[in-house]
Structures are given as structure tokens and as C-alpha cells.
């Protein structure tokens, strides 16, 4: 019997090594962030998504799934943060983002893909959305529901004005040309304030 208690010794010993690496690893904040889990999330209904190659199809259809996990990050941060400035820009993002899923679906209700198709379309919305989760990797998540909210958020804001940039580029109707350039505007402005919150609260 000795000579199996070494081997019997070692299995044992690599067992509670893998047992506390992912008991490490789960409380790591990174991977406890309920926002990274709705943005990661949000990319898996993305990349599962059918694609028509029409433009200004595929950009409300992806618009209306992008918004939603911005709504749900905010709700996320009116139940969980401290801040009321946060708290507020979270309402405000709530409300503007529900208003615009509502012209969204109107547009696709009512739209027919169109020829000719843009096949690159698509592949310039999937590499803007690889970006904006290459950013939201390399941030620091602190677990504080504010900063880390606002922090993701800015990531988030950004993958939305760059799909709103290639659609103003390859689209061709006025309703999603109109939404975009409004998205594009409206981001911006919150990207900064999201950005000097950041540097005040660091």
C-alpha cells in the first residue's frame, strides 16, 4: 500500500491547489462584475443575430440589443450605486435609450432589407464591438458599482457612436441616418461628463 500513498499524497495536493485557484479566481472582482456579465452577454445575442447585409437593418437590430444591455448596466447602477450623480446620468440613459429601442422597432417593423447588400457592414459592426470589449478587458474592475459603471459605460457609449459612424457611411435611410447622428451627438456629450466624473473620483 506505500507505495500508492505518494501518488495518492500529490493528487490530493493538486486538488486543493485547483480548489483555491478557483475559489481566487471567483472573487476576483473582474469576474464577480454583473456589468461585464451583461455586456458579455449582450455579444453572445450579437454575434447570434441574423444578419440580412443590409445596413440600416442590421444596425437597428443590433442598436436595439446594444441599448438594452445599456439600460439593464443602468438599472444595474440605480439598485447598486451610491452616487446620485451617477445615479442620475443612469436614469438619464434609461429613459433616452427605451425612447430610441421604441424607434428602433417602428423602423424594423416596417423595413425590407434592400439591395445592394453591404456585406461589410457587418464585419465593421463585429470589429467595433471586438473593440469595445478589448477596452472594458483592460480596465481595472474595483467593484465599486459606481466608477465601474461609468468606466464600462464609456467603453459602451464609444462601441455605439463607431456603429453610428459606419452606418452614416453605409446607410441609406433618413430614419436610422437621423437616429445615428443623434446617438453620435448624445454619447459624445456623455462620454466627457462620464469621463470628468472619472477623474474626480478616482
Given at each position: 500500500?506505500?507505495?500508492?500513498?505518494?501518488?495518492?499524497?500529490?493528487?490530493?495536493?493538486?486538488?486543493?491547489?485547483?480548489s483555491s485557484c478557483m475559489k481566487g479566481h471567483d472573487m476576483d472582482p473582474a469576474h464577480q462584475s454583473v456589468y461585464m456579465s451583461i455586456m458579455m452577454d449582450m455579444m453572445t445575442k450579437m454575434d447570434a443575430q441574423a444578419k440580412t447585409q443590409d445596413p440600416d437593418h442590421d444596425y437597428a437590430s443590433q442598436m436595439v440589443l446594444h441599448h438594452e444591455a445599456?439600460?439593464?448596466?443602468?438599472?444595474?447602477?440605480?439598485?447598486?450605486?451610491?452616487?446620485?450623480?451617477?445615479?442620475?446620468?443612469?436614469?438619464?440613459?434609461?429613459?433616452?435609450?427605451?425612447?430610441?429601442?421604441?424607434?428602433?422597432?417602428?423602423?424594423?417593423?416596417?423595413?425590407?432589407?434592400?439591395?445592394?447588400?453591404?456585406?461589410?457592414?457587418?464585419?465593421?459592426?463585429?470589429?467595433?464591438?471586438?473593440?469595445?470589449?478589448?477596452?472594458?478587458?483592460?480596465?481595472?474592475?474595483?467593484?465599486?458599482?459606481?466608477?465601474?459603471?461609468?468606466?464600462?459605460?464609456?467603453?459602451?457609449?464609444?462601441?455605439?457612436?463607431?456603429?453610428?459612424?459606419a452606418l452614416l457611411v453605409h446607410g441609406r435611410e433618413t430614419t436610422t441616418r437621423t437616429l445615428a447622428q443623434a446617438i453620435i451627438a448624445d454619447q459624445r456629450q456623455e462620454i466627457k461628463e462620464l469621463q470628468d466624473w472619472l477623474t474626480r473620483n478616482k
Open positions: 500500500m506505500s507505495r500508492f500513498r505518494l501518488p495518492l499524497l500529490a493528487f490530493a495536493l493538486l486538488g486543493l491547489f485547483f445599456a439600460i439593464k448596466m443602468a438599472q444595474e447602477e440605480l439598485k447598486s450605486g451610491t452616487n446620485q450623480e451617477m445615479k442620475t446620468t443612469a436614469q438619464t440613459i434609461i429613459t433616452n435609450q427605451q425612447a430610441e429601442i421604441t424607434q428602433f422597432n417602428a423602423f424594423l417593423s416596417g423595413h425590407q432589407p434592400r439591395q445592394p447588400l453591404v456585406p461589410q457592414f457587418s464585419q465593421l459592426q463585429k470589429t467595433n464591438m471586438d473593440k469595445m470589449m478589448a477596452s472594458s478587458d483592460k480596465r481595472t474592475i474595483t467593484g465599486r458599482a459606481d466608477y465601474d459603471f461609468a468606466q464600462l459605460m464609456v467603453d459602451h457609449h464609444q462601441a455605439a457612436i463607431d456603429n453610428s459612424e
